[in-house]
T-cell receptor, first 114, second 114 residues
Framework: KAGVTQTPRYLIKTRGQQVTLSCSPI?????VSWYQQTPGQGLQFLFE???????NKGNFPGRFSGRQFSNSRSEMNVSTLELGDSALYLC?????????????FGPGTRLTVL | AQSVTQPDIHITVSEGASLELRCNYS??????LFWYVQSPGQGLQLLLK??????LVQGIKGFEAEFKRSQSSFNLRKPSVHWSDAAEYFC????????????FGAGTTVTVRA
């Protein structure tokens, strides 16, 4: 079974631009979670989707948004990029509730904002 | 809200020596507890998890963890470390109850010396 895939793996953007990251979960997994990982803040929860519905959202500004499609693939978008948005963005999928089920993580998308 | 503290930012251990990584959680009810490992340039991989039952949990790669409710701890151990165990280790707590997210500790980086 294929693992979680994230595209692109690396991105370089400039301040003020917007970016869209993509995540394809493991087949059969309907929950997709997004995390931001930085050296200073560690792993911070962004949001979680299940069957196209956002069930929980972390403490991030409205510039961060996401969505999930009917095939469970998910995208997250960051608008008006700031230098502080430079991070590794991780996507994880699970069968049901990610607070109880095993999450399977993708390799991440490394975003650099210049 | 639940939270996790990993007191040790960095641990250095000799190959073949034992390893113990500390994790303390804060949550009013019985938590779902997880240990994940992240190798350089990779996503996270589940080592083990606990919710109920035997308080000593066996995981992959020879790791085990012990849940101690009285100490709000879930420490990870390995009797004999291999060079390939060099990585960053994350403890995480989930609330269940339709919370749909994990809260991660800051992580402990393990260096293995020959």
């Amino acid at each position: 079974k294929a693992g979680v895939t994230q595209t692109p793996r690396y991105l370089i953007k400039t301040r003020g631009q917007q970016v869209t990251l993509s995540c394809s979960p493991i087949s059969g997994h309907r929950s997709v979670s997004w995390y931001q990982q930085t050296p200073g803040q560690g792993l911070q929860f962004l949001f979680e989707y299940f069957s196209e519905t956002q069930r929980n959202k972390g403490n991030f500004p409205g510039r961060f948004s996401g969505r999930q499609f009917s095939n469970s693939r998910s995208e997250m978008n960051v608008s008006t990029l700031e230098l502080g948005d430079s991070a590794l963005y991780l996507c994880a999928s699970s069968l049901g509730d990610p607070s109880t089920d095993t999450q399977y993580f993708g390799p991440g998308t490394r975003l650099t904002v210049l | 809200a639940q939270s996790v503290t990993q007191p040790d930012i960095h641990i250095t251990v000799s190959e073949g020596a034992s390893l113990e990584l500390r994790c303390n959680y804060s949550y009013g009810a019985t938590p779902y507890l997880f240990w994940y490992v992240q190798s350089p340039g990779q996503g996270l991989q589940l080592l083990l998890k606990y919710f109920s039952g035997d308080t000593l949990v066996q995981g992959i790669k020879g790791f085990e963890a012990e849940f101690k409710r009285s100490q709000s701890s879930f420490n990870l151990r390995k009797p004999s470390v291999h060079w390939s165990d060099a990585a960053e280790y994350f403890c995480a707590v989930g609330a269940g109850s339709n919370d749909y997210k994990l809260s991660f500790g800051a992580g402990t980086t393990v260096t293995v010396r020959a």
